[in-house]
């Protein structure tokens, strides 16, 4: 059941930004804000829960408001409202789902509760149509490292995880190691092209099936700075990210090869990094198939993945309750 509206609300809480828009069916974005976190988490150099659920608390009305103000948009205009309930932490998770449902019953507007990993599988499809089916999916974030086949937005089959970090993590906690801050993603990409790698860490798992590991990698890290106190961050940053690199890549290769395909797909906040892009697109090229790579922007998490989700959802008629579930995976709606 739906409103009478043209658009989907998104709202997104499940980490350490809030962040809303406004999405049509064909996956524009009328209007999008985010509040960011990273300044608050920084000093902790990873996010601190407690401290993101009240933020969330802060921010999330006037966020909202900024979304409708700058669109002109009323609620009278909303088919839904999309809210993610899982995965991600459940204080941030709360938030957004119990202001959700307010809004929903003061605007008779339903409200659905959004599998967060669904709304980065439909990053790639915001602005534009990119994604061919069958594809396979790496979904590269700083909580989850997976891959999945996919035969359409809602058949969706996880054939790849990991058993410990995801990748976004290691980079995060090896950033803290060299000194670079939080977010680490971002910082060790930019840092990277300006070294030499000096040293061949591991590459956990290469071709041991489809599953990740990033823990030994980042514990080989640690221990090559503790050998080596004169080590330069960003050679230290260039053997990182080639190690990431040839995992994240065999693995994608792997899959294809065992699942024939249409496409690659490349979400989550990982997908933002340029040396992931660049490896990508030349994995691609050589098998001779797609490459779907969401705009930068909308690689992060975002209201927008929520919102086009929400779509999904409301075209197949499927209704979830509003509790949040931390632990949600990727095949559940």
Request: charged share 15%; glycine share 12%; hydrophobic share 45%.
């Amino acid at each position: 059941m739906s409103g009478h509206g043209s658009l989907v609300l998104g709202v997104e809480t499940s980490c350490d930004d809030t962040a809303v828009a406004l999405v049509d069916p064909r996956g524009s974005v009328i209007a999008s804000c985010v509040a960011s976190q990273a300044a608050l988490h920084t000093t902790f150099g990873g996010v601190y829960p407690e401290l993101a659920s009240r933020a969330h608390i802060d921010k999330i009305l006037p966020t909202v408001q900024a979304v409708l103000s700058d669109s002109g948009v009323r609620p009278r205009d909303l088919a839904a409202i999309g809210v993610t309930r899982g995965p991600g932490l459940i204080g941030s998770l709360m938030v957004g789902l119990n202001t959700a449902a307010g809004l929903g019953h003061g605007w008779e507007v339903p409200v659905i509760g959004v599998n967060h990993l669904r709304g980065h599988l439909r990053s790639a499809d915001l602005e534009e149509s990119r994604v061919k089916f069958p594809a396979i999916v790496l979904l590269v974030s700083g909580g989850h490292t997976l891959l999945a086949r996919l035969e359409s937005t809602t058949d969706i089959r996880l054939i790849g995880s990991t058993v410990d970090d995801s990748v976004g993590e290691a980079y995060d906690k090896v950033a803290r190691m060299l000194g670079l801050g939080y977010p680490g993603g971002p910082a060790i990409d930019r840092l990277a092209p300006s070294g030499t790698p000096q040293v061949r860490f591991p590459r956990p798992m290469l071709r041991q099936g489809l599953d990740f590991s990033f823990s030994g990698l980042k514990s080989a890290v640690e221990r090559y700075l503790a050998a080596t106190p004169d080590a330069q961050p960003a050679d230290v940053a260039a053997a990182f990210v080639e190690a990431c690199m040839e995992v994240l890549i065999s693995k994608c290769r792997a899959a294809i090869k065992e699942y024939p395909v249409s496409s690659l797909v490349i979400v989550g906040g990982v997908a933002a990094s340029p040396q992931l892009r660049a490896a990508a697109t030349e994995l691609c090229a050589g098998l001779g198939i797609g490459l779907c790579l969401p705009p930068v922007k909308w690689s992060t998490d975002n209201g927008a993945m929520i919102g086009l989700a929400t779509w999904d959802y409301l075209t197949n008629g499927i209704t979830n309750t509003l509790e949040p579930v931390p632990g949600l995976g990727m095949e559940a709606f």
